[in-house]
């Protein structure tokens, strides 16, 4: 029996009755799911769309639905039915993985030896430095990481602050959260081509936010920057910069924003600068000393960056380190409130301190800087791929983030896995992306092209055959 | 070679030098930890605590440093230690889940079908009713699993939306901000014994808050609640009840809170209920049905509840549930922010959904309520054992949270892991704790009494005699 029928035909105890929904007008989620945009499915590559919009009838998610008990069924046919659901999915993940090419995650990790560890809870609640009563945690694997990163970005381990998170959002949510806590009316000021994280947090913060016009490269532009600081002065600045943004992996300079900001009159105790650094922030350090480098020796806030990105790791992760003296506001005591942890979550995955440890142990920092070298050769590898075979590019010197126009075939985008953004798509050459596997999408890429090529050409075709057989 | 000198002895490349500090005054971490109080050691039991506040010296975290490759140890030597380090760390983790006693979760599972999983990089990354591009995903799950707590809560497929979240507190966050999304100039209403996330939350939204008193039980003060919306009156509700509080297990009763509005003139659009079930939500409804049950035929916004608690899973996580008409407010255009998307969380585990839905697939709903039965029948074994040998206890109908006197013996509250809040701490008795485990724990706190007894006489004699001597 499938198991959607098997759900379906056992319904749960009468608590479950299909009468029972709340006598409101309805309105129906399959009625409001997603605008349909650029002829295309507009699949929004991070899923930063509206909720509600016309309706589309493609992908929507399906459901496995949990299946009860059934007497048709004998306990072993159960086990054996769970056991095949769980297989045939494992071999999609495979396949799905294999694949993969669009988002900047390092799918190539081998954990192991880690592997016996999903048979405990494992929850670091709370502060990383100070262990509370629950015993089952990993906080001193998360203090050896955080301590990484602090030598990483040049801050003293007293003086730093972070934590290890469960995604790139909540290291945005936390370093723009520091923010305003320090700087209570602070405009919050961020590019247009940041993560959507970064306006979601002025939306729930209540902060004024001004949204930065960018260069052709993505950066954020630095000419209107001080525009708006000029406009706003008076009120402090909480700067949002990316180290790589989320589609062209554009780098915003830190030291010209430092510029920036000390032309206008803004002088250290009126700006914070949170340092979006997802996937590049954790590249960055890796690269010659002539990038602008991201560093506590400048006066910079905070840095974040995604765990399951560079690194690699089974589940979204991510570190936030920030200046101790920063994190000190979030305890300053608000009567009706009394709210004074630092962490945006209160349960924490214990897990990812173990995977970040174990990787960069096992890698260790040369590890790493090879890892960066091989993506920034491959990039170079694949754009020049691309151009020879005659398809536009373009790829930031700081980047390993390869834009080129958007395939019109759906299929090979869902195939690949490919982030799209208007009329744009990328490829993020992560450690996992070899040669072989850039030549045989380069090739499958030709050949879609071709297809709708050929497509739009018998269009025309027979368009002009069907005006011959009229006149 | 111990692995805090191999870290120590071999410093990373040189923009890792200990002279890059940001020259700003100094605030150190370690001088800044937490408060003391109580006479014993202040561990916040939830981690509620300032960060900031007097020197305390013990409960700081240990570090284990990422161990960089070393001259003085063969690549299979350095394998070897790492391997050594992950084997002692998890002998630990048996050690202290077997004892383990006062938190809220469920720390018998058995996912070993599942281990494979963690070989993938699983990511349900924005809206769990719409695909991203991302392939390597487990929304099948996840919309399963929603659907089984949407019938659990009564609420039409169609009319509900929700996600998995990464925890109790998420789903909070979420509620809150759903409700004030809803009622921008909404007052949030929440007991003083709810959970910290509530006002913290409040302190993110920049929420009016009003924290209301409790009654003996921990349940919300009714009458101060009715005063508290006369004074605001004008103004909407946004009010979190608790399914069950954090110490107490006290469930604030829905239907007084909703008779409660209706005498002070609050009708439906001008209130949002969020119900934190953090534990207690998701045992409730299978409880008999005289208790004030939890469910969308009433005017309620959204419910949470946490899945590592009663369900159990190695990674924090849990489930909200709101009504998709709510959700569409956070799809609004806000002009110069454009953030619409749904969740608080931007990539979000893909493990968890597969957690949940397969302990729900194994046990059914059969099996989640013998859980349950067997836990309340074990809570009262518990109150009776402590009564019997003399200990006061506190045990609220509608939970299985036995309180008692805060033991004295700080090693005693860390061997069984006890939360502990002022005066008193608990045991949650959760399905893994058995009637054998529990008999252990008496005699042993009975014993941890008698000890600090015949210290405490052991002083008086020693004074008398010391005066003696003086006299």
Chains 1, 2 share one sequence.
């Not at 989620?29 to 909720?51: E, F, I, N, W």
């Not at 990483?152 to 806590?181: A, K, M, P, S």
């Not at 032309?263 to 650094?277: A, L, P, R």
């Not at 090979?412 to 953004?421: N, S």
Request: aromatic fraction near 10%; charge should be negative.
């Amino acid at each position: 029996m499938d198991p959607v029928e098997l759900a379906t035909s056992c319904a749960m105890p009468p608590v479950l009755s299909k009468s029972a929904v709340a006598e409101h007008p309805k309105t129906l989620r399959s009625a409001h799911l997603k605008t349909d945009t650029y002829g295309v499915a507009a699949v929004a590559p991070y899923q930063a769309m509206p909720v509600a919009g016309p309706v589309i009838t493609h992908h929507k998610s399906s459901a496995l639905p949990v299946v009860e008990p059934h007497p048709e069924l004998t306990e072993e046919e159960r086990e054996a039915r769970i056991a095949e659901i769980i297989g045939n999915y494992m071999k999609k993940l495979s396949e799905r993985t294999h694949l993969h090419m669009g988002y900047p995650y390092n799918l190539e990790f081998d954990y192991g030896l880690l592997e016996g560890l999903t048979k405990f809870s494992i929850n670091n609640l709370g502060d990383p430095f100070i262990e509370s009563n629950y015993g089952v945690h990993s906080r001193e694997f998360e203090v050896g990481v955080l301590n990484w990163f602090a030598r990483l970005w040049e801050i003293d381990e007293e003086e730093y602050w972070g934590y290890i998170t469960t995604c790139g959002t909540e290291g945005n949510l936390h370093g723009i959260y520091v923010g305003r806590e320090n700087f209570p009316d602070g405009v919050l000021y961020a590019s247009a081509e940041s993560h959507y994280s970064v306006f979601k947090a002025a939306r729930m913060y209540r902060m004024q936010a001004e949204k930065i016009p960018t260069l052709e490269s993505g950066e954020i532009n630095y000419d209107d920057l001080k525009a708006a600081l000029i406009a706003n002065r008076g009120k402090p600045a909480v700067l949002n910069l990316n180290i790589g943004t989320t589609v062209k992996g554009a780098v915003d300079d830190v030291d010209r924003v430092l510029a920036v900001l000390k032309e206008t009159g803004y002088t250290e105790d009126k700006f914070f600068i949170h340092c979006d650094g997802a996937l590049f922030g954790m590249m960055m350090p890796f690269l010659s000393r002539d990038a602008p480098m991201v560093t506590f020796r400048k006066p910079i806030g905070s840095v974040s960056v995604s765990g399951h990105k560079f690194v690699g790791a089974p589940v979204p992760c991510g570190v936030v380190i920030t200046r101790f003296k920063y994190v000190m506001a979030l305890s300053s005591d608000v009567e009706y409130l009394n709210s004074r942890d630092a962490t945006i979550m209160g349960s924490r995955n214990g897990h990812a301190p173990i995977y970040l440890w174990y990787t960069l142990t096992r890698k260790g920092y040369e590890g790493m800087r090879r890892d960066v070298e091989r993506c920034m050769r491959n990039a170079h590898v694949l754009k020049q791929m691309l151009e020879s075979a005659g398809v536009k590019t373009m790829l930031n010197e700081l980047s390993n983030t390869v834009v080129f126009e958007r395939p019109r075939e759906e299929a090979f985008v869902r195939k690949w896995q490919l982030a799209c953004e208007g009329d744009i798509a990328h490829v993020i050459v992560m450690p996992n992306i070899t040669v072989e596997k850039l030549e045989d999408f380069v090739a499958d890429y030709v050949q879609s092209r071709a297809r709708v090529s050929i497509a739009a050409a018998k269009r025309v075709a027979s368009e002009a055959k069907a005006a011959e057989e009229d006149a």
